[in-house]
């Protein structure tokens, strides 16, 4: 029997969780309804071709109760929005960062079965990585269903703490951006030494592409295949100097740091991430 998924929030995190879940290879075995709670139709519109999705703009209009109610919304509208579900006998999930499993039973009925999640948006395409983690209370069935629901959209694992949960938000909820981020630096060297805009940037992204790709499938660690791309004294020495120069190690460790102490920082206050 497949699940039915309310949605709440179709912004960036529940449009790409929404395209993962569609275009699943099983998707219709896997899932029967989707109700996307959303203040605005248009982020909805895209994915109403599918007859399973539905939009709706309040939780009254659940034309029944959902197995799962995922809350995809800033982690400072939760506070307003949750109560308007405590009535439901749902699974609830939330992928908000920050907000502490604590903060939920504030509003939340505590037997509920809550999970707190922290995706990516690659799941879109089933490239990404997910981390749950539950109440000690969370039955082995719902734990089940939650691990059944992001099969096939990932890499995914459990986590044993709201501290864990919020290192992997710096890490790998974040990390997309960085990796987004670098890319971008190297299309931009690419323009600098004369390539159009477009051949530079299908050079950041094939070169992105084929290197964690081949990563991922060698079965070497990334320094043995770097050093085989290094010969001494050759191009791409010169180019790793500077790179050390910049201390990159540093910087990347600072940035993930600067993160993981903003999603500590969320879980106090009604701020935008
Ligand atoms: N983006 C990421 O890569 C990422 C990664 C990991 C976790 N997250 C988490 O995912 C959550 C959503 O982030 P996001 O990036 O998707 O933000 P976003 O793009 O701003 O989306 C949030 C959506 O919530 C909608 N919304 C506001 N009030 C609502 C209500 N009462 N009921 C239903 N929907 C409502 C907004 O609709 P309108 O725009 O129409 O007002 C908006 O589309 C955040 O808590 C974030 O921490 C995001």
Aim: hydrophobic share 40%; glycine share 6%.
């Amino acid at each position: 029997m497949g699940l039915s998924i309310a949605l709440v929030g179709c912004g960036a995190m529940g449009s790409a969780l929404l395209k993962g879940w569609i275009t699943l290879p099983d998707t219709k075995e896997r899932f029967t309804n989707f109700w996307v709670i959303a203040p605005h139709r248009e982020k909805v519109e895209p994915f109403l071709k599918d007859p399973r999705a539905c939009w709706i703009s309040s939780p009254e209009q659940l034309p029944q109760t959902p197995d799962l109610i995922l809350f995809a919304v800033k982690p400072y509208h939760l506070t307003d929005i949750l109560p308007q579900y405590k009535a439901f006998e749902s699974l609830f999930v939330s992928v908000a960062s920050g907000k502490p499993l604590s903060f939920y039973e504030t509003y939340l009925p505590s037997s509920s079965p809550f999970v707190r999640a922290m995706p990516n948006t690659p799941l879109s395409i089933h490239q990404g990585v997910i981390a749950f983690l539950s109440r000690v209370s969370l039955s082995p069935q719902n734990k089940q269903r939650v691990e059944n629901c992001f099969r096939g959209m990932g890499f995914s694992f459990w986590v044993n703490s709201d501290d864990e949960l919020d290192k992997v938000t710096a890490l790998t909820g974040s990390g997309p951006a960085y990796v987004f981020y670098m890319i971008e630096a190297l299309a931009q060297a690419a323009e600098a030494l004369g390539f159009s805009k477009k051949t530079a940037l299908q050079m950041a992204l094939s070169t992105f592409e084929g290197a964690s790709i081949y990563a991922q499938q060698s079965g070497q660690l990334p320094e043995s295949l770097r050093a085989q791309v290094t010969s001494p004294h050759g191009t791409t020495a010169e180019a790793i100097k500077v790179l050390e120069r910049g201390n990159l190690y540093l910087l990347m460790e600072e940035a993930v740091k600067a993160a993981y102490n903003r999603a500590k920082e969320l879980a106090h206050e009604g701020q935008n991430v």
